[in-house]
Every structure is written in C-alpha cells, then in structure tokens.
C-alpha cells in the first residue's frame, strides 16, 4: 500500500522545559505522527523518559504516539506504555530472546506494534516478525542519541525492507530513524521509506516546524 511520506518529529530534540507547548506546535505545524524516544541508560546509553511524561502530553495533541522503546527487558513496562496513550510501540529486535512474544502482547493490549532494527542487524533478523507488525523501524543511527550523523550504509536496508514489506500484502509502515535531514531524506524516501523521524531536522533548524517539516517532504 502506497502512503504518502509523513514525518515523525522526536521530541527528544525539543525543549523539555516546555515539552507540552513543543508537542502542539509540531501537531499544529503538520507532524503526521510524535515520536518519543524512550532510553533506559541500559539498552542505549541515555536516560530519558517514561509513561509518566507520556501520560502528561497525552492531552497535547491527538496526533498518534509513535512510541520508540530503547530499553531492555520491554515486557514488564508495556501495560504502563500502553496506559499512558501510547498508539505505536516499537520494540528493538536486540532487546531480548522473546521479541515475538512481545509483539503479541503488544497486540493484545490493543497497540500497533513494531519492530526496529539497529545498523549491525540484517534485515533477515525480522523474517519471521512480518505478518506481527504494523511498523518496521530502521535505525540510521547507533540509538541513544539525537543529532548524529546518518549512516549510508542502512540505505540497501532499507530497500530489502520494503522488498520485504510489499512481499507480504499487508499494510506495514516503513519509518526511519537517525540524521534524517534535507540532504538525506530523498536518499531514505528513494529507498522505500515512508515515515521520517527527524528530531534535530526539525526542532534545531533554524525555521519555523512548519518549513523544517516540509522540507523533509519529496516535492508535490
Ligand atoms: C536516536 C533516536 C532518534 C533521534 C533522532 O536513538 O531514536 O529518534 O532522536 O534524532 P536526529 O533526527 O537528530 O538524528
Ligand atoms: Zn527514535
């Protein structure tokens, strides 16, 4: 299924002392989906926030949660996740041995579940996750971090997703993650992506969120 390219700001780049004001604007400003970056100082090396900030902004905007778990074990935390007004949550398929189960219960808590994937992995390593999913998210960056540089060698990655992604007729979102900006961003849409997360992209521009966001988008 062909959709078009939406953005998917994180605001692990926006200013936390206004956090709820930052959410709005980019909702008003035309982000399709709020990415929220979840580290737990264990799986990645950051520390920075859980459901109850979730909870928190919840009433900031409509827009979907596209809730990104960078944590490790995830399964004991789901309910909390979920009840705090997560929509999408992904899980690394590095976090653990019962990565299947854990997209089930996901599923069963009545979430769109997905899948990411950090640059060592092969996208071989969620064959057996495609017909779990409604989001398969591909890490351009070494997660932990905003602000890094993007690393080209996912770009074939990318590609093999979508491969896979349209091999199997169902309707899964193909969402990238790490130095996505105006340079890369017609490299990651030409390899098959159709959700961009872009943190600094967007919240360190320099423009107003509207533009920062456009200019993210392929040309009408
Ligand atoms: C990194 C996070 C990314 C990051 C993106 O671990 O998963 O979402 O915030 O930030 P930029 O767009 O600045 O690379
Ligand atoms: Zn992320």
Do not use: W
């Not at 602000?147 to 996912?154: A, D, L, N, V, W």
């Not at 091999?167 to 017609?186: C, Q, S, W, Y």
């Amino acid at each position: 299924m062909n959709h078009p390219v939406a953005i998917a700001p994180s605001i692990l780049s926006a200013d936390f002392s206004k956090l709820g004001e930052e959410v709005s604007a980019i909702d008003q400003a035309g982000a399709e989906y709020i990415h929220i970056d979840v580290m737990d100082g264990h799986f990645v090396p950051n520390l920075t926030f859980g459901p109850p900030v979730i909870k928190a902004i919840r009433k900031c905007t409509k827009k979907p949660f596209d809730v990104h778990l960078m944590i490790a074990p995830v399964d004991p935390l789901l309910q909390d996740f979920a009840d705090a007004g997560a929509d999408i949550i992904t899980v690394h398929i590095e976090s653990g041995a019962h990565v299947h189960r854990t997209l089930q219960h996901i599923r069963k808590l009545g979430k769109k579940p997905g899948i990411t994937l950090c640059p060592a992995t092969p996208p071989e390593a969620i064959a057996y996750l495609m017909d779990m999913v409604d989001l398969v998210l591909v890490m351009t960056v070494n997660p932990g971090f905003g602000g890094q540089s993007f690393i080209e060698s996912q770009l074939p990655k990318i590609a093999a997703i979508r491969r896979m992604i349209d091999a199997t007729g169902r309707d899964i979102r193909l969402e990238v993650d790490g130095g996505v900006n105006k340079e890369t961003a017609p490299k990651v849409i030409a390899a098959g992506a159709d959700v961009l997360v872009a943190g600094s992209a967007v919240f360190n521009a320099g423009v107003s969120y509207k533009d920062a966001m456009n200019a993210l988008r392929p040309p009408r």
